[in-house]
């Protein structure tokens, strides 16, 4: 029988007239050729976790709200994870950490690619991101594809992108970044000294 490994990418902002969503559409595209894996994306707007929304701690995973319940199930299914995120005042959007720490165990062990974009790229979002995957026990790869976008296009903010003209200097990264997320999966020794 032939195991399917799953690929969760995460859409992180909820914005009204975001791109986030485009991009990450973008994003798995590019992995469904390069990675053998089943990719589902995840928008948080579909999964509006309130901030403080369970009264125990994750970690004991005792969870009473059935959105939680049913976002423990998400998360606990998949073995790996692409998140794609813009960068917000050096950070990422506040709904991307809610989901995470709505959970805990559920994170444990599980690899993931951080994929931001933002007029320098987002790797400042990247970097905290990165040490707060590390905090869950997750496996990042190496390699943080950060996508540029003209500064006077994100002023514009009319809701549209065209990620293979837009992020095409980002796409060799974005290549390496998926092979040491595949690598990862076929579990290679070698790569594990990476994360």
């Not at 799953?6 to 990675?35: C, F, K």
């Not at 998400?74 to 073995?79: I, L, P, R, S, T």
């Not at 996508?147 to 549209?160: F, N, P, Q, T």
Request: net charge positive; glycine share 10%.
């Amino acid at each position: 029988m032939i195991h399917t490994k799953r690929i969760l990418v995460i859409v992180a902002s909820v914005r009204g007239r975001r791109i986030n969503h485009r991009i990450a559409e973008w994003v798995a595209g590019i992995a469904r050729e390069t990675v053998p894996a089943a990719f589902e994306i995840v928008d948080l707007k579909d999964w509006p976790l309130p901030p403080g929304g369970e009264p125990g701690l994750p970690a004991l995973g005792n969870y009473t709200a059935d959105m939680t319940r049913a976002w423990s199930e998400k998360v606990a299914g998949a073995d790996g994870f692409i998140f794609v995120t813009p960068q917000y005042n050096w950070g990422y959007p506040a709904p991307l950490k809610n989901a995470l720490d709505h959970l805990y165990k559920e994170w444990h062990g599980k690899l993931a690619v951080i994929v931001t974009y933002g007029a320098r790229g987002g790797g400042k979002c990247a970097k905290q991101l990165r040490q707060v995957l590390h905090g869950l026990d997750m496996k990042p790869v190496a390699t943080m594809p950060g996508l540029k976008r003209a500064r006077s296009r994100i002023e514009a903010d009319s809701g549209v992108v065209d990620p293979p003209k837009e992020f095409a200097r980002a796409v060799p990264a974005l290549h390496r970044a998926l092979k040491e997320l595949t690598a990862a999966l076929e579990g290679r020794r070698r790569w594990f000294g990476l994360f």
